[in-house]
């Protein structure tokens, strides 16, 4: 009795190549997103594994650490609010106030997620893990050290309570943020409060100077 041909099996369908740039990038975009989604506790290797659609063994060549994966998606997260930032900081190198409302924007139109996602951080709020208290610490000192300079030549203060400054303004801007997000205040008179409070550190200003 003759045995019929095997039937050829179907090729499982390849994965698609990416470049180990790209494939990192893909990885990163992937686990902001389940960070602005669902907030930085979601986040883990075996998360990012099964909604990047690869293996945690692919993930581990990437981030050799859940610290390493939290601390690259925070930066691929504040990136371009910190680049934002510091092109604020450029254009008016003189006035803080100026700089301020130029930066506002830059915080304000993010999408909500990833505005809550960096908030979340900068709080300290994000989780009590201790790799994101880590990198709080190191974004706060980042954000500070953006606007410290600024901060000195405007008050003509320390160089330590110019990092001091820079980070009160910083939590008043956020603050501001989420009374807007919240729905208590207009995005018109957060910004118009925000910015009067500012322009009150300018009388200080000329008094030090005076």
């Known amino acids: 009795m003759s045995r019929r041909p095997a039937r050829p099996r179907p090729d499982k369908p390849k994965r698609a190549y990416l470049h180990r740039d790209l494939r990192r990038q893909t990885l990163l975009d992937v686990a902001a997103g389940i960070v602005e989604r669902e907030g930085w506790g979601a986040l883990s290797m075996s998360a990012l594994a ?8 692919l993930v ?58 960096l908030w979340q951080l900068i709080a300290g709020t994000a989780s009590d893990a201790p790799e994101l208290e880590t990198i ?56 118009r409060l925000f910015n009067d409070l500012i322009g009150r550190l300018q009388p200080a200003r000329q008094k030090n100077r005076g």
């Open 50 to 57: 099964e909604r990047g659609g690869t293996s945690r063994q």
């Open 60 to 117: 581990y060549q990437h981030f050799p650490s859940l610290e390493k994966l939290l601390a690259d998606t925070a930066w691929h997260i504040f990136n371009d609010t910190m680049q934002g930032t510091q092109a604020s900081v450029s254009a008016h190198p003189s006035n803080l106030t100026e700089a301020a409302k130029s930066a506002e924007a830059v915080t304000l139109d993010l999408p909500v997620g990833r505005a809550d996602a």
């Open 136 to 191: 709080r610490r190191g974004l706060r000192e980042l954000i500070s050290g953006i606007w410290a300079p600024l901060t000195r030549s405007e008050l003509g203060v320390s160089a330590a309570d110019a990092k001091a400054y820079a980070w009160m303004m910083v939590m008043a801007f956020w603050g501001m943020r989420q009374l807007v997000r919240d729905g208590e205040l207009t995005r018109a008179r957060g910004l």
